[in-house]
């Protein structure tokens, strides 16, 4: 390479000799860095004419031809230093400790509001509840029954263990271990037996019935063929029932003689408004029949009625 430069460096350096007559007064002034600076853009020049495959030597309007540019050089600036913002440490989510199943209860899809979900003795509302799981609040899991969808867990801050349905929980954890728990028996329900009242009954005042009253008769006469009494009279006889208190009534026949009293015929019952019976009589007498309520208090007044013995012969 350096054969290639001397073919060129002399003729080069001639045509700088000539050239250098023709410069103006102002070249003249120009730095002898300024003449290094040229000779070495000719010769830059002539090298990558050579690189490039020509061999002809270039003339002095080849290099009068030729545009100088001159760079110069910016120094550079040491960049001020900018203070970076100190962010803060990135939070870490610490793993649990351990891979205990949890529950937490939350709401479900299907649902918009969170649920506080009851933790009873078994599963259904057939079993009391002891403890009530608040949201967002977590028990460890301890057994599982996957039939009914409840979780047993234990009791947070408390005691013992309770079945948590499953509708409103989201486990986290291996469930894959945990015991499956057997349904306890159904409770037997406690029955509260309802309070006897008792009555006490207000004394009342106990009256004796009312009298009866309408009383008529009807009858029928026959001759007995002796001289006393002469005819057997079959008497049939109604009335009306004014009283509700009765036990029944009492029947009386007066023969109707001088000095005669009313006898005792017998009685009917309760709510009863007639009655028949036979007696001997005599037609010149003016019988009579009585009737009379009567109960535990006492007797009513009597209705009486007078028997007709127009029938008799």
Do not use: H
Not at 91 to 99: C, E, G, Q
Not at 121 to 137: C, D, E, K, N, R
Not at 224 to 243: E, F
């Amino acid at each position: 390479m350096s054969k290639g430069i001397n073919k060129y460096f002399l003729p080069l350096l001639l045509i700088f000799a000539l050239s250098a007559c023709n410069l103006s007064v102002a070249t003249e002034g120009v730095r002898s860095g300024e003449d290094a600076a040229l000779l070495l853009t000719i010769t830059a020049q002539a090298l990558i004419l050579e690189q490039a495959g020509q061999t002809s030597t270039p003339t002095a309007a080849d290099v009068q031809s030729q545009t100088i540019v001159y760079i110069t050089a910016t120094p550079e600036v040491a960049a001020s230093a900018t203070t970076e913002a100190v962010l803060p440490p990135a939070t870490v989510d610490v793993p649990p400790s351990s891979n205990t199943p949890a529950v937490t209860v939350s709401n479900s899809t299907t649902v918009t509001v969170s649920i506080a979900t009851n933790c009873r003795t078994g599963p259904g509302q057939a079993y009391p509840s002891i403890f009530g799981l608040p949201v967002g609040q977590s028990a460890e899991v301890v057994g599982k029954n996957t039939s009914t969808n409840y979780w047993i867990i234990k009791i947070p801050n408390g005691n013992g263990t309770c079945w948590l349905w499953g509708q409103y929980a989201t486990v986290t954890g291996d469930t894959s271990a945990l015991p499956t728990v057997a349904i306890p028996p159904t409770p037997t329900p406690t029955i509260t037996p309802t309070p006897k009242v008792t009555v006490t009954p207000t004394p009342t005042t106990a009256f004796a019935p009312a009298a009866p009253s309408g009383l008529s008769e009807t009858n029928t006469c026959t001759p007995t063929g002796l001289p006393l009494p002469k005819y057997d009279l079959a008497i049939a006889v109604t009335w009306q029932d004014n009283s509700s208190n009765e036990k029944g009534f009492k029947i009386y026949f007066d023969a109707g003689f001088g000095g005669s009293a009313p006898v005792l015929v017998g009685s009917v019952g309760a709510n009863t408004t007639n009655v028949t019976f036979t007696w001997g009589v005599n037609k010149e007498f003016s019988p009579k029949v009585y009737v009379e309520a009567f109960n535990d208090t006492g007797t009513s007044s009597q209705a009486q009625v007078n028997v007709s013995t127009a029938g008799c012969p």
